[in-house]
């Protein structure tokens, strides 16, 4: 059951969780732009709802369809239309332990005031690597 006292931008967050454990894409799809970015896994990225849409099915798929998604601390810091959420994301599934992940998310508000993800970065800073320049 949604807080009242969140914001809408973790009400959509909760949302989407709950779509994902619940394999409900359509709602899912609903709290995405058109041209969201969805860091599939470092270096892989989906581009797009058909995209993001294929890629969590195949991301339930590999979780033998028994992925868990909850927050567990977030920060949303918000700007006129733009909204950035650092998380503390919990993937868990059958067979596949509990990993937390410092996720990186951003949200714009569409014209008729609702927050939608245009990046999901639940990996965060994982995705640079170890690289030295």
């Given at each position: 059951?949604?807080?009242?006292?969140?914001?809408?931008?973790?009400?959509?967050?909760?949302?989407?969780?709950r779509?994902?454990?619940?394999?409900?894409?359509?709602?899912?799809?609903?709290?995405?732009?058109?041209?969201?970015?969805?860091?599939?896994?470092?270096?892989?990225?989906?581009?797009?709802?058909?995209?993001?849409?294929?890629?969590?099915?195949?991301?339930?798929?590999?979780?033998?369809?028994?992925?868990?998604?909850?927050?567990?601390?977030?920060?949303?810091?918000?700007?006129?239309?733009?909204?950035?959420?650092?998380?503390?994301?919990?993937?868990?599934g059958?067979?596949?332990?509990?990993?937390?992940?410092?996720?990186?998310?951003?949200?714009?508000?569409?014209?008729?005031?609702?927050?939608?993800?245009?990046?999901?970065?639940?990996?965060?800073?994982?995705?640079?690597?170890?690289?030295?320049a």
């Amino acid at each position: 059951m949604l807080k009242t006292n969140q914001n809408s931008v973790e009400q959509q967050i909760e949302i989407a969780d709950r779509a994902i454990m619940e394999k409900d894409y359509d709602m899912l799809m609903s709290i995405y732009t058109d041209d969201a970015v969805l860091v599939v896994e470092p270096g892989r990225n989906a581009r797009g709802k058909e995209q993001l849409r294929n890629a969590f099915v195949k991301i339930s798929e590999f979780f033998n369809n028994g992925l868990r998604v909850e927050q567990n601390g977030l920060e949303v810091l918000e700007s006129d239309d733009t909204a950035l959420v650092l998380a503390n994301t919990v993937v868990s599934g059958p067979d596949f332990p509990a990993v937390t992940r410092k996720a990186t998310y951003v949200f714009k508000k569409s014209e008729d005031g609702v927050w939608l993800c245009t990046i999901d970065n639940s990996y965060g800073h994982e995705i640079i690597g170890n690289a030295i320049a």
